[in-house]
């Protein structure tokens, strides 16, 4: 049998894993809420990466990542938008089916994206289940905390499953006028609590920190019976999220502090595709073996 993340990561005093683990476990169906549930309850911590498309979605997936995220962040790194205002319910759609269709067994969660959710509940709910039911996704992904409390409430009565997402939420780029840290100051970590005890109350399996100062982040996720999930949020949160452009060294230019680049991919397409440019009018390629007759 093929050696796998399960047989050789920590976990228990041979080393190996939890054969229920979210990363490392042996189990290939399809992740859910409720192991999300169980992971906190075991105080394992667990990756989530960004995915837009079926080949990378397959990568990640093969690599053990449990829970992948079709995040409106395609916007900026997916489909060149400057921000992820502009992404539309059809984009998402398009690309969390692709997701879906290129994985066999994370959680695949869609984010809702600007505009389809914020009138109020009936219309938060009639945008999370064309997601549901046209790209098989397993959850869906909304921002705000006390404001979105009523959204969350409704979806997840009828039976769909919300990850919520405070603190910094990229959505509101132009009420915030950029990408500030939230909940600096007694009032606005007062304000970061009580969104994420509202998000709880009203039924989110899981809540998304973003730009929180470590110390506060470690507040919350100590607070809450549901997992979070930081990102620029320090180390004390349940699971930890990167878009994967800048996880993969995708993204030009400077990358957020928070980021760790763990490859540097646009430098090796880059080299593959010059090599490439290189062969073809140098008359290299196609070679021979690269011929039918």
């Excluded at 290939?28 to 394992?44: C, L, N």
């Excluded at 997601?131 to 009523?150: P, Q």
């Excluded at 021979?288 to 007759?293: N, Q, V």
Aim: proline content about 6%; hydrophobic content about 45%; aromatic content about 6%.
């Amino acid at each position: 049998m093929t050696t796998t993340p399960a047989q050789n990561g920590p976990g228990s005093p041979d080393g190996s894993r939890d054969p229920k683990a979210l990363y490392g476990g042996t189990s290939s169906r399809r992740i859910t809420v409720r192991d999300i549930a169980a992971a906190k309850a075991r105080g394992e911590k667990w990756p989530m990466l960004t995915a837009y498309d079926a080949m990378t979605a397959s990568v990640f997936d093969e690599a053990g990542i449990p829970v992948l995220l079709v995040g409106d962040s395609m916007g900026n790194c997916h489909l060149g938008y400057e921000s992820t205002v502009p992404v539309t319910m059809d984009e998402i759609a398009v690309l969390s089916a692709a997701v879906v269709r290129g994985t066999k067994r994370a959680l695949i969660v869609a984010d809702l994206p600007f505009g389809s959710y914020q009138e109020g509940p009936v219309q938060a709910l009639r945008s999370a289940t064309r997601l549901i039911k046209e790209t098989g996704a397993g959850a869906v992904k909304l921002e705000g905390g006390e404001r979105s409390a009523e959204q969350i409430k409704l979806l997840v009565e009828a039976g769909i499953p919300v990850m919520a997402h405070i603190g910094l939420t990229p959505q509101s780029v132009n009420a915030f006028g950029g990408y500030p840290v939230q909940g600096r100051g007694e009032e606005a970590a007062q304000q970061l609590l009580r969104d994420a005890k509202a998000v709880q109350d009203a039924g989110a399996f899981s809540v998304v920190l973003e730009l929180v100062p470590a110390e506060l982040a470690a507040e919350v996720t100590r607070a809450l019976h549901i997992p979070t999930v930081g990102i620029g949020a320090g180390a004390e949160c349940d699971a930890q999220v990167l878009v994967w452009t800048d996880m993969a060294g995708m993204t030009p230019g400077r990358v957020p502090r928070f980021v760790k680049q763990y490859a540097q991919l646009r430098e090796v397409l880059g080299g593959a595709a010059r090599a490439f440019a290189e062969d073809v009018v140098d008359g290299a390629y196609p070679a021979p073996e690269h011929a039918f007759h």
